[in-house]
C-alpha cells in the first residue's frame, strides 16, 4: 500500500531476504519476528505492511519488560530477528540484552540457526552510555 503511493518498486526488499534465505535452503514464505509486547507501535505497523508475523512475549505483573527465555522460546526457522528494547515506551526500563543474547547463542548453536537480535534503542540508547556505561 506505502509502496504504491510512492511509486516505488514492489517486493524487492522482501526479495532480497526470500532470496538469500531460499539460497540457504531456508523457509522464507512465512517470516516472524519476536518481541515483547511493550513494543513501541511501529513494530505492528512493519509486520501488517510487510506481512510479517509479530510474535509477541506477554507481560506480566510487576515484569514489563521482554522475558528473554519466553522471547527465545518463540524462535523458529522463520524468524527474521528477536526485537529487544533498551528503554521500553512503558516505564523506560531496559531489557536484559545481553541474556537474550547468551540464550541465542545457545539455541543457535543447538539448531544450526543465525538468530540475529535488534536493538530498539532510540532513547535509552542515547542515554544509556551517559548513565550505565558499565552495560552490555
Request: aromatic share 10%; glycine share 6%; proline share 4%.
Amino acid at each position: 500500500m506505502i509502496a504504491h503511493l510512492f511509486n516505488a518498486p514492489l517486493e524487492e526488499s522482501e526479495a532480497a531476504v526470500g532470496n538469500r534465505r531460499k539460497e540457504e535452503g531456508k523457509p522464507y514464505d512465512k517470516p516472524n519476528i519476536a518481541t515483547g509486547a511493550n513494543v513501541q507501535v511501529c513494530w505492528e505497523k512493519f509486520a501488517r505492511y510487510f506481512e510479517v508475523e509479530l510474535k509477541e512475549v506477554k507481560l506480566r505483573d510487576g515484569y514489563y519488560v521482554m522475558d528473554p527465555e519466553k522471547a527465545v522460546e518463540l524462535v523458529d526457522e522463520n524468524i527474521i530477528c528477536v526485537a529487544a528494547i533498551l528503554g521500553s515506551t512503558l516505564n523506560g526500563e531496559f531489557e536484559d540484552v545481553k541474556r537474550l543474547n547468551d540464550l541465542l547463542i545457545e539455541k543457535n548453536k543447538q539448531t544450526g540457526w543465525d538468530t540475529p537480535i535488534h536493538v530498539d534503542a532510540a532513547s535509552g540508547g542515547f542515554i544509556a552510555r551517559f548513565i550505565y556505561p558499565e552495560l552490555e
